[in-house]
């Protein structure tokens, strides 16, 4: 394919929690012809089927930090699709925890965008020549972005309504009580046989962060349910978390025999799950269901 790259600078002025991304990436130009089943989601929808068939040309210019094209124009809403981990089926949405992360942000914002689960064997060429098929991928017009943090910022530097980055220590305390929690839980779930040694180790470890985070809820400056400060406005962390926490709830039930009494001996991250899973922008992106999170962890990511 032709590949041609666009002249670009860097935003004069980044924001400190922008500064360190490890990289918002624009896609080299390529053109490609794919047809594939999409949902169009908007700010009250959870996703209807639309018909995508069409052919697209993306510009890539490999580059590091957030960049602006050089006639510095600010990405406008529309013409949005994310790409992601399809469902046992090849074409329902999947349970990739990091997708829905994206998706929680683009519903908090009220962002439209077209929804592709996309298999190992329906990738677009781009994705898998330019970004070895990684994804949540959000393609946005010109531009592709992965790495599902990387998107999250991308999101909320330019649609800043609601902005949900909160800097300084507030937010470094909440990302401390929460770090280590996934790759722990990961470890955990993915063990069997359940119940041997390694498999309490294992265990352990994933209670030990469930007990930063139960000490995290329980701080006395907190007078709403989410992470930051006094946990009164949604973040991005939130938007994070949930979706993993969401996995977790459903393979300690479903495939790990339900080892832990969340409810009596971690009440506050019981508590916290309720809060942010009835939040309307989980409700409206949690469609795969315990099924194919159950399908997900036992076949591995």
């Known amino acids: 394919h032709h590949t041609s790259h666009n002249s670009i600078m860097k935003m ?15 896609l080299r130009s390529c053109t490609t012809n794919s047809s594939c089943r999409a949902f ?35 990405p406008l809403p529309g013409g949005m699709t994310l790409y992601v981990k399809p469902a046992e089926d090849g074409s329902s949405v999947g349970d990739c925890p990091f997708a829905h992360f994206v998706r929680m942000v683009l519903s908090e914002k009220g962002l439209e965008y077209d929804l592709v689960p996309t298999s190992q064997e329906n990738k677009p060429m781009w994705l898998v020549e330019d970004y070895g098929g990684k994804m949540p991928a959000l393609r946005h017009r ?3 972005y992965v ?3 990387v998107i999250a910022q991308y999101l909320d530097f330019f649609f800043k ?11 470094q305390s909440a ?8 790759p722990a839980m990961a470890k955990f779930v993915k063990h069997g046989p359940n119940g041997d040694d390694e498999d309490d180790q294992k265990r352990e470890v994933l209670e030990g962060r469930l007990q930063t985070l139960e000490e995290h809820l329980g701080d006395d400056v907190r007078t709403g349910p989410y992470l930051v400060g006094n946990g009164e406005q949604i973040t991005l962390l939130d938007c994070s978390m949930a979706p993993k926490l969401y996995a977790m709830d459903v393979c300690l039930k479903e495939v790990k025999g339900d080892p832990i009494d969340l409810a009596t001996k971690y009440p506050k991250v019981r508590k916290y799950m309720d809060d942010v899973f009835d939040r309307p922008s989980f409700k409206s992106t949690v469609e795969y ?10 076949s591995y990511h």
């Open 175 to 182: 990302t401390e009580a929460v770090d280590g929690f996934f």
């Open 161 to 171: 309504d609601p902005e949900l980055s909160v800097g300084g220590e507030e937010t």
């Open 147 to 149: 790495d599902s943090e």
């Open 289 to 298: 269901g315990p099924e194919t999170v159950v399908w997900g962890w036992t």
């Open 12 to 26: 004069g002025r980044t924001p400190r929690y922008i500064g360190n991304l490890l990289g918002l990436a624009a």
């Open 40 to 74: 169009t989601v908007g700010p009250s929808s959870s996703g209807r089927m639309a018909s995508s068939s069409s052919t697209t040309q993306l510009d890539m210019g490999g580059r590091l930090g957030l960049n602006r094209p050089e006639e510095g124009a600010t």
């Open 142 to 144: 010109r531009e592709c």
